[in-house]
């Protein structure tokens, strides 16, 4: 094994990785990237078919960031926003984002941006905030938390108790009180034999209503949702479902958190997902794509009448006390926001609605192949389900670990994607894409797909 291979085992300890299967293979060594490429210690080539975990949007090598980091770094280093302190990357990227994020469903005037370092920080940052302005307007009871099973929403305490994915609690006492999951909106899985998406979003909310109803409307605070579930399972809802599910909220004053995580910054084709997915959130959770993730950064955009609450002098109980040290970290900021104008002067939001065309067909032409139960997507966005039997809709034997085993003849083809729970294939590629590298992708899929189908015959 490869000196750095065997540091890696002696040294590391991976984060989100199945640490037994990890020691047997040793781990895959990324040494650069360019593009939608990257290349291991061993000069294989591959698409990064996740934009390494659906966040470098921009895709690598982008020099004028490599600019806007060393500038700054230069100029100034690190600077606070504690205590009043500012800096010009912050405020400007911040005014930014205000042509960013859609406005809010009650907009009464600009957006706050409240800086963080990841999408985890971000959502527990939401229900500090949920829990603080519910404080400060005299509803200390109004503070439980609704999400959805197999949404993700981050690995901190509060943020993995959003989390609906079993190993992300098991093992860790979560969720924390408080937090409660309603049903998840995927059809392929959930919807009776023969439900139309209208009947099987109507049922969603009335799920939602009698969780509602048993728990107490005034104890509920928010939901929090991705517009398309990621890391989940690629699950995207169905038609009418989010207005169905506002309605809902709407009727018991219950906040709605957009997790933009994923969805956030054109890969849905439009500037957030919320827009392609009829969402009018109160709140916004932004990460990854805002920096294209050449530096850490996310934010929560919070509402004009939150923030006006949280000013009350009666309400006052000394300074809004909380954020981080590197809350608009400026260097962040300062790669953030010429990310930004990046994607405004190239058009990649148009650009990724353009060439979510010709992918979205690749995607649908997969239906049919050998073994594959379900494609769903939007832009540049993807998952592809497999079934033990089509026909059936059968799933495969959790042992048989179906998708990670795709997903790893898919490396050997030169194309890395992600294997999610319930053997669904994420599909993310950097938004600068070309068509014909849609197809490059797509190619390498089908080629991964006839191989694991061959290796399915021949093991019946
Ligand atoms: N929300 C969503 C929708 C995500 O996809 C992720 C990360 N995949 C997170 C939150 C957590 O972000 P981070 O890993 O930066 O903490």
Redesign the pocket.
Known sequence: MEALAEKDLAHLLHPATNLAMHRKTGPLVIERGEGIYVWDTHGKRYIEGLAG??CVAIGYGEEALVEAATTQMRKLAYGQLFASRSHEPGILLAEKLESWVPPSKRHTGPWKFLFGN??????DTQVKLVRYYNNVTGRPNKKKIISRLNG????TLA?ASLTGLPPFHAHFDLPIPGVMHTGCPHAFRHAHPGESDEAFATRLADELEALIQKEGPDTIAAMIA?PIM??GGLIVPPEGYFPKIQAVLDRHDILLID?E??CGFGRLGTRMGSEAMDMRPDTV?I??ALSSAYL?I?AVAVPDWMHEAMLEPSNQVGAFAHGFTYSGHPVAAAVALRNLELFEERDLVGHAARVGVPFQARLQGLMGKPFVGNVRGKGLLGGLELVADPGAGKRFDPSAKAAIRLAALAQEEGLIVRALAGDTIAICPPLVITEAQVHELFDALERAIARFADEQVKAA
């Open positions: 975990l659906w990841s999408g985890s920080d971000a959502n993700y929403h981050g690995v943020s991705e990621g890391a997790d995580v994923i959770s990460a990854k850490p996310s």
